[in-house]
């Protein structure tokens, strides 16, 4: 049990789809990370959260919209997706936004038709 | 940009064997550096990390890692590998200045042969 809890698993939507991700921490952390892992490519991070507040989004396309209402709970957004966006998605957590190791959820594989 | 090389994308070893596993990084400020180890249908999870102090850092599951500077590696070593120890691992760095923003490096598939 890691502590990081995201759902769904798996996920396969069209193009023209809507659908969110979502993220659930126990942990007691106030950060709150998107990851994105594509076969054979680094694990690229996508967006970070601390104190509710988005800190950092390293050029990602707006296709990909983040939510964090509270300090336990991060949702990403996903609205007419492109097939290259097929990967697992991870989110992670941690104490602060300030060089804590990071606890990560088993992700949602995403699929887009 | 800063980056994390694994030199290695797919190491097979027998049982027993020792492992080293390479990682460089390319950024000379201060850093701070982890090991991740990703099991098969698993999450990742922490195996070790090096803030400051001693540069031979001790890890879960008898994994070691040494931070040497001048050479800007911090390589992962164990000495005899289990059929469990099959997995991928992930070097990643933080500079001090970016707080918890992780660089990860491509990743290593390990292969334990029993």
């Known amino acids: 049990e890691t502590g990081v809890t995201q759902t769904p698993r798996h996920l396969v939507m069209g193009m023209t789809n809507k659908k969110s991700l979502k993220c659930e921490q126990h942990?007691?952390?106030?950060?709150m990370y998107w990851y994105k892992q594509s076969a054979k490519k680094p694990l690229e991070l996508m967006f970070v959260?601390?104190?509710?507040?988005?800190?950092e989004n390293n050029s990602v396309p707006s296709r990909f919209s983040p939510e964090c209402p509270n300090s336990s709970h991060l949702f990403l957004h996903l609205h007419t997706l492109q097939p290259e966006d097929s990967a697992l998605y991870l989110c992670a957590s941690s104490l602060t936004a300030s060089n804590q190791p990071q606890h990560f959820g088993d992700g949602t594989r995403l699929s887009i038709l | 940009a800063q980056s994390v090389s694994q030199h290695n994308h797919h190491v097979i070893l027998s049982e027993a064997a020792s492992l080293e596993l390479g990682c460089n990084y390319s950024y000379g400020g201060t850093v701070n550096l982890f090991w991740y180890v990703q099991y098969p249908g698993q999450h990742l999870q922490l195996l070790l990390k090096y803030f400051s102090g001693d540069p031979l850092v001790k890890g879960i599951k008898g994994f070691e890692a040494e931070f040497i500077k001048s050479k800007f590696s911090f390589n992962l070593r164990k000495p005899s590998v289990q059929w469990s120890d099959t997995a991928e691992y992930f070097c990643?760095?933080?500079?001090?200045?970016?707080?918890?923003?992780?660089?990860f490096g491509e990743g290593t598939q390990l292969t334990v042969n029993p």
């Open positions: 959260y601390n104190f509710k507040e988005q800190t």
């Open positions: 990643a760095v933080t500079k001090e200045t970016s707080g918890s923003r992780l660089t």
């Open positions: 942990l007691g952390h106030n950060a």
